[in-house]
């Protein structure tokens, strides 16, 4: 493409929610922390250096008898409260502004995992229920 030489009507989203095509053989659940994969098809969190985190699943999707991308998911982005790991990864209130990691599709954690986990996004606030994510 070249640069304008006119006005443009240029289309837009607001960019909170998304639909992306589901990776084969998965089922990922409504409420589920997701990610696109290497491949750039929806899978659930889970330990993994190569994922995108990309929201939210808005609603159950059962690809597990299809190819990849034989049904799509819808996916928010927001502020998200998931479950806060254990032990060494716990996050804290002080941890607040830090990025956080994705250990499972309910789950982050405050470090990579000696580089096994991707960045599931940044610590918003945290509380006896869990960890506020925006992802």
Request: net charge neutral; with cysteine; aromatic share 4%.
């Amino acid at each position: 493409m070249t640069a304008l030489a006119a006005d443009r009507a240029t289309p837009s989203r607001d960019g909170r929610e998304m639909s992306f095509p589901v990776a084969a053989a998965t089922k990922i659940y409504a409420g589920a922390l997701v990610a696109l994969n290497a491949s750039g098809v929806l899978v659930p969190g889970a330990v993994s250096t190569t994922l995108k985190c990309v929201g939210v699943a808005q609603e159950q999707a059962d690809n597990t008898a299809g190819g990849a991308g034989a049904i799509a998911a819808r996916v928010r982005r927001g502020v998200w409260r998931m479950g806060n790991s254990s032990s060494a990864d716990l996050i804290a209130l002080s941890d607040v502004g830090a990025d956080c990691y994705i250990v499972d599709d309910q789950t982050v954690a405050k470090t990579n995992g000696t580089n096994t986990r991707s960045v599931a996004g940044k610590i918003r606030d945290v509380d006896a229920s869990g960890v506020w994510v925006e992802i």
